[in-house]
């Protein structure tokens, strides 16, 4: 008896096309349960003017079901390839769990409102952090970063911190979502999602491992 989405995405027997979103979430919570920290940590790769792919970590801090929000600086070197090639690629790996999801699709900006949501939900020292570093450009030394942190801190005083314009968010939309289940002596199990559009039907196809 098929009783989880994730029995029900690897059963041949049943051809019936599920929700991705709904597959991700059951996963999702799964991984929560046994991660030991940043169970929504992800890897995240753009590609810069010449082709030359990039990837490094961020955490998914939004969602809906549009996409998949992470938020950063939009002057690093992620922001400058994405509103550059507003196209990536994402992999989400639980070592606990043995699983893997990764997406591909375009990406666009969150709106201001979604963007101030979430700096207003952030710590204030992580606020801070976020205007003062000029992520992703060279910095002289450690002292450097701390005076600029210090100044900012004194500058501000009592007040709201406010969403700096260079920091906001991408959503990945995806057109691809792959589940991946590890299975033994490496024969896992592998389902690929695709979509033309966000307006079209998802499709499913099992993938050799
Ligand atoms: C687990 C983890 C989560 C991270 N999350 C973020 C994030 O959400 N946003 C961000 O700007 N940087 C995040 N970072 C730092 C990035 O990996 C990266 O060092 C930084 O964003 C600069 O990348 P870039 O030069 O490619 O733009 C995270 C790092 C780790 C290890």
Known sequence: MSNTLTDKLFDDNDPAVLDPFAIFEEW????????????HAMALASVDDGGMPDVRMVLLNARDTRGFSFFTNFGSAKGVELLAHPKAA???????????????????????????????????????????SKQS??????????ADVAALTAQIGDADMVRPEHWSGFRLV????????????????RVRYTREGTDMPWSAQRLYP
């Open 90 to 132: 994402m992999v989400m790996h639980w070592k606990s769990i043995r699983r893997q999801i990764r997406m591909r699709g375009p990406v666009e900006v969150v709106t201001p409102a979604e963007a101030d949501a979430y700096f207003a939900s952030r710590p204030r020292g992580s606020q801070i952090a976020s205007a003062a």
């Open 28 to 39: 999702f919570a799964m991984a929560h349960q046994s991660e030991p920290n940043d169970a």
């Open 174 to 189: 995806p057109l691809e979502i792959e589940f991946w289940k590890d299975g033994e002596f490496r024969l896992h199990d």
């Open 137 to 146: 450009r060279p910095l002289a030394n450690r002292e450097r970063l701390a």
